[in-house]
């Protein structure tokens, strides 16, 4: 068994959450916040057998879009361009995958 961990733009979390449940995987999401940006983001567990985990990852790629976001430069942390924005790309998800030792509803 694996749990997939996706940290996921909380604009894509309703369709990514959806698309998830529809196709039978259980899903547990997190509100969370990125420590660069410091914006609310989504970050779903998905606990899977091994022989799915593709499927959660096509779903989650599917449904998770890129976007451009202007920051402050002081954000990015150089003083030299302090008052110039900076673009950064943001998405579509940072996915984890870890193996699950031991899986138990008691
Ligand atoms: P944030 O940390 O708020 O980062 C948002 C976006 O800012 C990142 O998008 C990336 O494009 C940019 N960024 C982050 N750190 C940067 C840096 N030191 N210099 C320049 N640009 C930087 P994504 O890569 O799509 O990440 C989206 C969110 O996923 C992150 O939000 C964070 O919450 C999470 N994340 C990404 N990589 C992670 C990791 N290795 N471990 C834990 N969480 C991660």
Do not use: C, W
Not at 22 to 48: P, Q
């Amino acid at each position: 068994m694996k749990l997939v961990l996706a940290i996921v733009n909380k604009d894509d979390s309703g369709t990514v959450s959806s698309a998830l449940t529809k196709e039978g995987f259980t899903v547990t999401k997190l509100a969370t916040t990125g420590g660069f940006l410091m914006s609310g983001n989504t970050t779903f567990l998905v606990g899977v057998d091994d022989n799915r985990v593709d499927e959660v990852m096509n779903v989650i790629q599917k449904y998770s879009k890129k976007r451009s976001q202007m920051i402050p430069s002081t954000t990015y942390g150089n003083a030299a361009y302090a008052t110039i924005p900076v673009e950064v790309t943001v998405g579509g998800a940072t996915v984890f995958v870890m193996n699950i030792e031991r899986y138990e509803r008691l």
